[in-house]
């Protein structure tokens, strides 16, 4: 791994723990918010401090899935593997006429306060059903924490999920399965403990060329990851701009953290990591004559 893997912790959907060039944990643990039984703690820990990587791969993720289509790549239905997907906030939003803002709301809200996980799990199945897209894609979840993946399955906002650690483990028989017809698989966090023990099964089961995109924290570094891929025929493009917000620091001493980190990856913090906050880049990674044929700037277009 690019990291080392702390014991015990549990990498979701958006992890912010990450070990700093000192050897010293340099970021907040949010570790009590991703494994509860419903994501209301998730959304509470997190708004304080802005975060709002989804939001931005919200945009992104359709647009990538557009541009399968456009091409005549896809026939029906796209299947999206999220890696560390957590409570399924990525899929909530992808399948679904939301914003992060919206969900925000809705998971802080005090009638949400009042009810049990299951009085939530039902309210949260009408909620969704009521407002899924017709457009709407195939979601698988990947993701350690059993009962983030029990919540997100259980309101439909995957189709499949597992609960598996493949940088630990081997993947399951079923899971291996389930990927067999993935078109995009995205990574919103955890990249930094991700590796090619995760990638390489998974990879090795699809069976058509599929596409990589993932928001990664620039404290570290996706080299290795890229490697891994480079080895199954993907080139990884990184968008130099823009970056996007993370979250904003919660104190002085992460944001010592981030500037140095940043410094020491190569990268330049003014303007971002000194003043407002964690930032992520977007690397896409797919099939070299794809890359040839429209550079990842140009696929994207303007206006992110």
């Known amino acids: ?100 803002e919206e969900l925000y709301e809705h998971y802080g809200s005090a009638d949400a306060a ?68 993935t078109r995009l698989i995205t990574v919103t966090g955890g990249a930094s403990f991700l590796s090619a023990r995760t990638f390489t099964p998974l990879l090795a089961s699809i069976e058509d060329p599929v596409w990589v995109a993932a928001f990664v924290l620039r404290t570290g570094s996706y080299r290795a990851i890229a490697d891994s891929l480079a080895a199954h025929g993907l080139v990884t493009e990184k968008l130099t701009a823009p970056t996007f917000p993370q979250r904003r620091f919660t104190g002085e001493r992460e944001r010592r953290y981030a500037v140095d980190a940043v410094t020491a990856a190569g990268e330049d913090p003014r303007g971002k990591e000194s003043e407002d906050g964690f930032h992520t880049a977007l690397y896409l990674s797919r099939p070299a004559s794809e890359v040839a044929d429209v550079p990842l700037s140009a696929l994207l277009g303007g206006g992110l």
């Open 114 to 181: 009042a009810l049990t996980t299951v009085e939530l799990e039902a309210r949260d199945r009408s909620f969704y059903a009521a407002r899924r897209r017709p457009d709407a894609v195939r979601v698988i979840g990947l993701d350690m924490a059993a009962h983030a993946i029990a919540y997100a399955r259980a309101v439909g906002l995957l189709d499949e999920g597992f609960a598996e650690n493949l940088e630990a483990a081997p993947p399951s028989r079923a899971l291996l399965r389930a990927v067999r017809h």
């Open 1 to 100: 791994m690019t990291e080392a893997q702390p014991r015990g912790h549990v990498p979701t959907e958006d992890d912010v723990l990450v070990t700093s060039p000192t050897g010293t944990h340099g970021m907040t643990r949010f570790d009590d918010a991703y494994d509860q039984p419903d994501p209301r703690a998730y959304f509470r820990a997190l708004r304080p401090w802005g975060y709002q990587t989804p939001h931005h791969a919200q945009s992104v993720f359709r647009r990538l899935l557009a541009a399968r289509t456009a091409a005549g790549r896809e026939q029906g239905p796209a299947t999206v593997l999220d890696l560390c997907c957590s409570y399924g906030i990525n899929a909530a939003l992808l399948q679904h006429d939301l914003t992060l």
